[in-house]
Structure formats: C-alpha cells, structure tokens
C-alpha cells in the first residue's frame, strides 16, 4: 500500500527498496553509443519524485534530472552573476583563474526612459531537442505562457513578475472544479458549469472520493499504525490533521475538507493518498476538472510585455526595476510541439501552443520529459532514472555514455562510492562522514586512491518550521499570542543548536541566526548593526545569556525564557510547569524530520535534547522521524505538517517571494504580513545591493517575529567521486555554491 502522508500518529515510512544495482555495471570502455562516448556514470539521488517536466518539477533530485536534460536559457558565473553574452561566451576571473562561460543565449537589459526595463533575448540559431528539432524563440515564448497559466500550479513564480499585461492576462479565470465545489451540493447557478458537470462532479466525490477517505480512515485506524477500531471518521480525520470535522462525520465529509483545502486541485489531493491514487478512483474527465480553466470575466488576450521579434529574439518588458527578473530568464525552453499543440500555436491571433486554461499535455508529460541538454531521458524504472548522452549538446557532447540517476539512502552514499555501486554521491558532511572517508582512504584524508572529495559552502541552510496555521492561539496565526506560542518554541529548540550542530558537523557547519543562507550577499553578519541571535530573549525582550555561563545554566535560561513566552500566549504555569493551553493551542505538538528512521539528521539530536527539555516543562514534544525523504516533503507541501525540518537551496538572488510572500508558491509556514510582503516587493524594486540588503534584514526580522522558521545551521557541501573510475582531472575545478560539477558534466570523464 502506498502511504504518503505521516499525520499526527507518529508513523514513519516503509524503507526504500534496494537498489537495482544490476543498472549499475559497466563502468569500463564498453557501452559507446557511437559518438565517442563510453561508460555509464552512476549518480546517488535522494528525494526523486517523477516530476521531470520542467514547469512541474519541485524535489531538488526532480530538478537535477531536469539539469542534466534540458538547458537554461541565462546561465551564472560561479560568484551567481548573469552571463548576458552566451552565444560567444564571457571569460571572468575566480581565485586567480580565468573561466570561460557560454550558454544559449545573448541578453540585454535596458531601462527605459519611462521607467520601463526591457530584456532583449537572442537565442543561438543551432540548438536542438533530443528528438532533433530545432528550438526557437516560439518554445520559450510557448514556456513563458505555460507558466502564466492562469491553471498554472506548479512552484515557479515567473507569474510574480510585473511583466506588462500579465495580471490583464492572468485574469477572469478559476477552475471548473473549484467553481461547483466551493459553489456547494445546493448550488441552482449554473453560469460556469452545467447540470451534467456538477452531477458528474458530486458523483465522483460521493463514490471515489469517499473511497479515497476511506482508505485514509483505515489506515489510521489500523492499530499496526497506532490507531484503533473503535474511532469514528472525524478521530481519524483529526489524526491525518483535518480536526474539525462534525462529531457524525462521514468518508464524504472527510474528502469534501480534502477538497476545500486543496481548492478542488485533484491531482494536488492526492497528496494525501494512503492507498488507491486518486487519479483511479476518479473519472477521467472529472479528475481534469480540478486544473480546466473556466473563464469567469474578462481577460487580455495576451500579455503585451512579451514580444516575438524574429524566429531567435523576444523581447520582455516589465513595468518597472525588478531585481528578481534577470535571474527568472534562467528557466528551460520547452518544445512546444513536444509538451504542446503545434496547431494551436498561432502568436499573430494569441494563440500560443494550448489553449488558455489548459495544460494536461505538458501535465501528462512529468514522467517522459523531452529537453535539450546534455542527456536524453530513457526511463525511469525501479529508483533509477536512466539517461543517454546527447551528442548534438551545444557545448559538445558529454564524454560518457549513460548517467543513471539513483534513488539512495543517505547511510548508503559513502560506502556506495567505496563499493563502486555509485561514481558520484553528495552525503550530508559531518565530523562522522569525514572520518568514514579518511577511513576508507586509508590516509587519513578526504582524497585519496578511494574517494575524491569536493567541499564548498552550502548556498542553502538548514532549519525547523513552523506553520502558522497549524500552530496558533484562538485560530488566528498573525496575533501577538500566536506568535509568543511559537516564538516558545523556538526559543527551547534553539537552545540546543550549539551543542548539535558541533556535534554532527564538528568545525565543517555554524550555528545560523537568519533564515539565508550566509553564501548570499544579502546575509547578515555578526559586525552589522542590529545583528542578533535569534529567539535568546524572554517575552519581555530580556537577555537570557550571558558571556561565560555553563550549559547548564543556559539550558535552564532557555526553559525559563519559553515559559516566559509561553505565557504570554496565554498558557497556564504553575510552578514552572504548563498546566493549560488557551483556546486552538494544545500541550503536544509533532516535529517531523527525515532521518531516514534513524536519528541520521543534523537537528535530530537538537530535537530529542529539547523533547526531553520540554517534557520537563509539561508540553509533549513528538519527534517524528519519517523514513522517506518524499514523504516528509509531502507532509508539509500538502499543509498538513506542525512542523518540520528541512533544506533550503538558495538560489543566486535571494529574492523572498516564493518562501514567504504571502502568494509566494511555497509559503508553507503559511506567514501571512502586510509589511512582510511590502517589504519583499520593495527588494525587488531596486537593483542597489546595499539597499536591498537593509530591505531583507528588516524582512527577515520580521519572519523572525513571526516565530515560524527557526534557522538551525550553514554547512559545507560536499561531493565525493570515485578516484578509481572518475578521471578527477575532468571533474570541474573551483567549485562554488553557484558553479558545480553539473554545471560541465560534458567533460565529466570515466577511466
């Protein structure tokens, strides 16, 4: 049975089958395809989803896959500057080395005496897709109108770009299911749908979606998974984190909160799956209605800042200096024929390759992806993802033949790099890897006749979250009450961060005080005015440490300080213990954490030192260790999770919108702030570095009000490669958090 969801039972996923290793053979002189190429380079991936599409994609392992298949059309340079003049190349130094970049792509960005900025794109005129067609300015004009959709649900925010005409575009739009199922079984308006759609509808939840609820109360209910039988729909519905549901709730009544809670997105539903998909439950016609797009107004029929100027040229304008935009033009052209409908593209009457409000091609296309990078796409069976070189890659064609792409556990990476079972692996680097490593070695280093190590800055961090609408006082995220409830939280989980963080990663991480990675220049540092560590003050803004205290004082500073906070949220304390929560809080809440069901997690151990800390303060803190990567993704992409810890990837700007805004894409803490959001467009609005710095400090204190996000640490980044099959002299050299061994696998070779 697949279970993708892990609710407030405490459950932990099956454990990942074993890897289909026979996949991972021939290493040798063998396997050419013909064009020079020879060997098959195995890849350790973590996290694989089958959202290969580009406009879909989401897990960081999905958007490897996607790296290695398709191109970007604006690259950047190790230290994340744009390359504006791919088609010829730009040479620029690092560490004293010149390096030569080119991509697909000429662009210029012109402010305009108006106010306006245009972005001139050119595209190389040789480029190709894997099934030999020529790409062209119409298959990013095709993309760049696939991610303004007004169906458009995938994680990409180009759509949050003040491109002219776009809000004109994306308007009078909703989709046909949200429209009958936020309308309700006693709706007599039949302007969007008609009596048929909304009976084939209700029928389909009724039957279907009962079952689909149904399979989601048994699984809980089955005291295998720490239920029992005798509880009713609305126990188990409070268990999977849906708590209110009537007293006499049915498996309908279960599927409709479901619904409603996904605005009637089918295919977005099934992240709550815990048996039968619901894509097999549901009609086909009436599972489409969760993404058809129904026009409910008027609307522009194009977006006027988009220009087509010749085959190879386009034009972008915005309505203003958008700091974010260059780096939005970093997205992969889609081939229109491929992912759309080569009849339907007609740009001189406005139509560009779909039709508006429909993208089930491109959808129905997430597991056989076609691009045009440096490898083609083959299958993806058992775990692994199986790609061949692309011998027409602009930049030339790789030097090996095959790259599998393999589902691992993180306790197998080194180890599978020592064996030869993988050729490249990226394990988290802790004090315990680089032992394991000199180990192996058997030089007491990280390099040796075994394994290569390459070790740069993270361009991400580590942290715990909280979701504001999970963890609140009264129902209302945004109060001073709320806010103290978390910020309680934090406070005792941060206490332990020191201790955890040097645990796991000896001298190779720090402790993080602001949720940004510190390999951004927008990064606070200690010397900056106004810098502080987070969540080390008692509700009365107090400072619980002092220089020279001994743990134990300051582990006691931190219960003190959370009980402070504690009561400011309108919790009961008698004699330094909880004894009541207020209305819509409670005295147990659930952290899930991937450690693969085995403690193997950086923040583990700062989570079980503060379970213990918090038991003693009266509140129950569940640590949730989930064995599935994918399914602790799920936990909080769906909403469902209190909280969670997890990996930011930074990108090159350190844009906010999609992470906290509140219509940012992945905003799961679910913070929502006026001043926030003003603050994020306002970074965006200029393009002064030091300005935008002072924007999204504020920005981040005020994230950091919220109590939502607790950074925990920065790490350093590390990628091993077989010495014994990996010629190293291939494998890029200067690596940043912007520039890594990916980024010239055509040059990547095997002995």
Request: aromatic fraction near 10%; glycine fraction near 10%; proline fraction near 3%.
């Amino acid at each position: 049975m697949l279970v993708t969801r892990r609710k407030m039972l405490g459950l932990s996923a099956a454990t990942m089958g074993a890897l289909a290793l026979a996949a991972c053979g021939n290493n040798g002189g063998g396997n050419s395809n013909g064009g020079g190429e020879s060997g098959t380079l195995v890849v350790a991936a973590n996290g694989l989803e089958g959202k290969f599409c580009p406009l879909f994609t989401a897990s960081a392992a999905d958007q490897d896959v996607v790296s290695f298949n398709n191109i970007a059309l604006l690259i950047t340079d190790r230290m994340a500057e744009p390359v504006y003049n791919g088609i010829e190349g730009e040479t620029k130094e690092y560490n004293g080395t010149e390096y030569t970049y080119t991509g697909p792509a000429d662009i210029e960005m012109v402010q305009n005496d108006d106010g306006t900025v245009t972005y001139n794109v050119k595209l190389r005129d040789d480029l190709k897709f894997h099934d030999g067609t020529p790409i062209t300015i119409d298959d990013a004009i095709f993309t760049l109108y696939s991610y303004f959709d007004p169906t458009y649900d995938g994680s990409a925010t180009l759509y949050s770009n003040d491109i002219q005409g776009l809000a004109e575009y994306r308007s009078g739009m909703a989709t046909l299911a949200s429209l009958i199922g936020n309308a309700g079984r006693d709706n007599t308006d039949f302007t969007y749908f008609t009596q048929e759609q909304q009976d084939a509808f209700w029928a389909a939840v009724d039957d279907g979606g009962t079952k689909f609820a149904q399979e989601i109360v048994d699984y809980v209910k089955d005291p295998e998974n720490g239920g029992s039988e005798d509880m009713t729909v609305a126990d188990a519905a409070a268990a999977w984190n849906y708590p209110d549901l009537p007293a006499d709730a049915t498996a309908t009544t279960f599927f409709e909160a479901i619904g409603a809670a996904y605005d009637w997105n089918f295919s977005a539903c099934e992240a709550e799956t815990a048996g039968t998909a619901l894509s097999e439950l549901i009609p086909e016609d009436v599972y489409a209605m969760g993404t058809q797009g129904v026009e409910t107004g008027e609307a522009a029929a194009n977006v006027t800042g988009i220009v087509r100027n010749d085959d190879y040229s386009m034009s972008i304008t915005t309505n203003g200096v958008d700091a974010t935009m260059i780096y939005q033009l970093s997205f992969a052209p889609c081939s229109m024929k491929y992912y759309g409908d080569e009849s339907l593209w007609d740009y001189e009457n406005n139509s560009f390759g779909f039709k508006k409000g429909d993208l089930s091609k491109a959808r129905g296309l997430n597991g056989q992806p076609m691009g045009s990078g440096a490898f083609k796409f083959d299958d993806f069976t058992s775990g692994t993802v199986h790609m061949s070189a692309n011998e027409d890659y602009f930049k030339g064609a790789p030097k090996v033949a095959h790259l599998n792409y393999v589902e691992s556990q993180e306790a197998d990476l080194v180890t599978g790099v020592q064996a030869g079972t993988l050729d490249v692996a990226a394990p988290s680097y802790s004090m315990e890897v680089e032992d394991q490593i000199s180990e192996i070695n058997g030089n007491g280093e990280v390099n040796g006749d075994v394994i290569t190590t390459f070790l740069h800055d993270y361009r991400g961090y580590g942290y715990m979250a909280i979701s504001a609408d999970k963890v609140n006082v009264g129902g209302e995220p945004g109060s001073d009450a709320s806010k103290a409830l978390r910020k309680a939280i934090d406070t005792l989980v941060a206490a332990y961060r020191d201790s955890g963080v040097k645990s796991y990663y000896g001298d190779t991480a720090s402790v993080l005080n602001y949720p940004i990675s510190t390999s951004s220049w927008a990064s606070p540092n200690e010397t900056d005015p106004g810098y502080a560590v987070c969540y080390s003050t008692d509700a009365s803004g107090n400072p619980l440490y002092t220089e020279g205290m001994s743990e134990d004082d300051r582990l006691a500073a931190a219960k003190a300080g959370a009980l402070t906070w504690f009561e400011a949220a309108g919790y009961t304390v008698e004699g330094g213990v909880l004894t009541a929560a207020p209305a819509g809080a409670k005295l147990e809440y659930q952290c899930n954490i991937g450690g693969g069901g085995k403690g193997d997690h950086p923040t583990f151990m700062i989570l079980q030192e503060a379970k213990n800390a918090f038991a003693e303060i009266g509140m129950n803190f569940i640590v949730n260790d989930i064995a599935n990567s994918a399914d602790l993704f799920a936990s909080y992409q769906s909403g469902e999770a209190e909280m969670w810890c997890a990996a930011w990837q930074s990108t090159a700007d350190p844009d906010m919108y999609q992470l906290y805004h509140s219509q940012g894409s992945t905003n799961y803490y679910k913070i929502n702030d006026p001043s926030l959001d003003e603050l994020i467009v306002a970074g965006r609005q200029t393009l002064d570095t030091e300005s935008r710095k002072t924007i999204y400090k504020e920005a981040m204190d005020i994230i950091l009000d919220w109590g939502v996000e607790l950074p925990v640490y920065q790490r350093s980044e590390c990628t091993l490669f077989g010495t014994a099959r990996v010629n190293i002299d291939s494998v890029v050299k200067d690596q940043t958090p912007y520039w890594g061994w990916k980024d010239e696998i055509e040059k990547l070779e095997l002995k």
